[in-house]
């Protein structure tokens, strides 16, 4: 690996600012490396620069999940429907990249509208990870955890609906910010679940999301569920956790957790009462049903936004001699791959007469009673931890049979996003997988109160440092 | 346990054509998914207040004003059918 593609993206940022490093020479470093992509993680990569302004990340090349609308440049959401899709503008929080002086490197590969946690529900085939090519990244910003962790992208972005940053920065061993709803506006990112997608960084360290967070968040008036965070974001500091109380839920503690993950949990637990934070377990007696109530509200909302998608004013048309409902059947039905089918007839199901109540109704109420767990946690603990993943990645096809195996993936992760607080994961250490073989990536979830993003960016900061995870995968330097 | 008929009824209610071999397979999927979610079936939550959206917002308004959009031809660019300045489907009406 290259010496300039060993810094941080803060520790760039600062070079080429300072005029130690040539902006053209760095992104020319990293298209380079882009284009030996050998993980599938990208769709498209960008030749050239063409941002060039100056800000805090003037000259920083960042790797886009295909979800995120850019104006000309094709983007997919990872779905035969939207193949050769150019839209007429581009996402808000990729356009605020681009202000404060990012380049657009590339737009990365995606289970198919998010819907899925190993990408291999992707149109344009899965994306490998870095640590095994036989195993799923994670997903489903699957693609953009791949690059940051292979080498082949100096930080990216996601989406997270249930887990989808989280998830997939946990099993490629790298940092991935899911922010409060409504800390980073959803202008120009297709929709999956309007109510829980948030847009996050997926970085090598902590420093680097603190620095796209900054960049990215922020009130905009063409998503009036954006609103920011008060105050900005600036780069973590903290060197202990004196003082702080963590939480560890019994209920999500229990749970199946594979022995290696557990023991990384366990250790990572043991650092943060040497670094003088307290550790207690607590009750959060409703996040077991946090999947139950995560996989109708989420399908639900997606049977909606994914009704636009009819043949008529972009994307895939299927050509059928009969009316316009066959268009519309055939269109569908070509262009969406399985797991997208499957969670628009569960969302379609659920909201259906007859059936909306006992499902849609029960499940908002749920979602009520996890936030109100969330809620008092935090009036006696600053943060609640679990692991980010039961388990370390995973085969690929593995869990392809099963749909119902591979939704117990986000156990962890969805609570936070039913309540709409961030939550971050960072890499603990390796674990050897269940069944054995070579170590891999183990991550730790911190979750925080609503907008409180700086104390839990300092929090995760100070347990970086501490835990000092340094591993790369093979033949990735750093 | 979801029969093939509702398989049927919510795909037509979805607009989404299925083949045979997908109607058997997503009923079976189906069944087993809800099976799981029906967990939270037995919860007494009466009188709890269900949660649509965690932001509280309230009429968020902007003025009404008028301001420039993108010509016609721009956004029919990417219909798979334009036609006149307009998007052209096949017959509501199937013929006979």
Known sequence: MSELRRLTVTEAAARIAAGDVSPDEYFAAWRDAAAGDDLNAYLWRAEDTQGGAEGPLGGIPVAIKDLFCTEGVETTAGSRILEGHRPLYTAHAVWRLVAAGAEILGKTNMDEFAMGSSNENSAYGPVLNPWDHGRVPGGSSGGSAAAVAGGLAPCAIGTDTGGSIRQPAALCGIVGLKPTYGAISRYGMIAFASSLDQCGPLTRDVTDAALLLAAMQGRDPCDSTSVGIEGGVRLPDREDLSGLRFAVPAELARDSIEPGVREVFEATLATIERLGGEITETALPHAEHGISAYYVIAPAEASSNLARYDGVRYGLRAETAGDLVEMYETTRAEGFGAEVKRRIMLGTYALSSGYYDAYYGQAQKVRTKIAADFSAAFAEFDFVVTPTSPSVAFGLGEKTADPLAMYLNDFFTVPMSLAGIPAISIPAGLAEPEGGGPRLPVGFQIAAPAFAEQKLLDASYALEQAIGFDARPEGVGG | ?96
């Open chain 2, 1 to 96: 346990m979801i029969e093939r008929e509702q398989v049927l009824h919510v795909a037509k209610l979805a607009r989404l054509g299925l083949s045979d071999e997908e109607i058997e397979t997503m009923a079976g999927e189906l069944s087993g998914i809800l099976e799981h979610v029906d967990r939270i079936a037995g919860l007494d939550l009466e009188g709890v207040e269900p949660t649509s959206h965690v932001v509280e917002l309230e009429n968020v308004l902007r003025p009404d004003e008028p301001r420039p959009s993108w010509p016609r031809e721009t956004v029919l660019e990417q219909a798979p059918d334009p036609s006149d300045g307009a998007f052209r489907v096949p017959s509501p009406q199937a013929e006979a």
